[in-house]
């Protein structure tokens, strides 16, 4: 089955760009979707197909997708934007949708 | 604005069942696509299973933890859909959000899927 490997945790201080990666094989022939999860809150999209945002997310927020690895990144980081964040694709070998194991974004 | 409202979890033994509901509104109900994510505590996200709108078939597709287990169905009529789970075991303890499936498309066939709108989950707990 597919896998997405994403790293546990990211800190960046505020004001500063933060990077989140998420690795699989050949992802950039893949849709890519992006997730903020604060907590006790339920997930929200904040990017879909690799670079889109939904309405009301701001444009500090924007993805990208080449390669073996996709991208979110992060501008101008506020202490609001302290979450989980997680990358999800479908895979259509099997037709089931794949998470990725989520990152920690700190904001110091 | 779509809002999705999910209802009847709580605490069942090893081997019981459960169904989940989930109310729908400000959108074209028999349009969507619906499914359910899991997440245990202090874990990630996991897919648990989807239904295809009702004019494209209203088939039903499940991630392999769940399969045999688990059954998604919807009742346009009432905007509700159901997740309805047996044979329950300790590690299906989770949130279960209950989540829009936007269709992404590509020269008029599926292409991706992503989770649009969620509900603010059911907690499941499965113990004795």
């Known amino acids: 089955s597919y896998v997405l490997t994403q790293p546990p945790s990211v800190s960046v201080a505020p004001g500063k760009t933060a990077r989140i990666t998420c690795g699989g094989n050949?992802?950039?022939?893949?849709?890519v979707h992006w997730y903020q999860q604060k907590p006790g809150q339920a997930p929200a999209l904040v990017v879909f197909d690799d670079s889109d945002r939904p309405s009301g997310i701001p444009e500090r927020f924007s993805g990208s997708n080449s390669g073996n690895t996709a991208t979110l990144t992060i501008s101008r980081v506020e202490a609001g934007d302290e979450a989980d964040y997680y990358c999800?694709?479908?895979?259509?070998?099997?037709?089931?949708?794949?998470f990725g194991g989520g990152t920690k974004l700190t904001v110091l | 604005e779509v809002q999705l409202v999910e209802s009847g979890g709580g605490l069942v033994k090893p081997g019981g069942s459960l169904r989940l509901s989930c109310a729908a509104s400000g959108s074209t109900f028999r349009n969507a696509w619906m499914s359910w994510v899991r997440q245990a505590p202090g874990k990630g996200l996991e897919w648990v299973g989807r239904i295809k709108s009702t004019d494209e078939g209203g088939t039903t597709d499940y991630a392999a933890p769940v399969k045999g287990r688990f059954t998604i169905s919807r009742d346009d009529s009432k905007n509700t859909h159901y997740l309805q789970m047996n044979s329950l075991e300790t590690e299906d303890t989770a949130v279960y959000y209950c989540t829009t499936l936007a269709v992404l498309y590509f020269d008029g066939l599926p292409n991706s899927f992503c989770f649009d709108y969620w509900g603010q989950g059911a907690l499941v707990t499965v113990s004795s």
């Open positions: 050949n992802i950039g022939d893949k849709s």
């Open positions: 999800q694709v479908w895979d259509s070998s099997s037709d089931h949708v794949v």
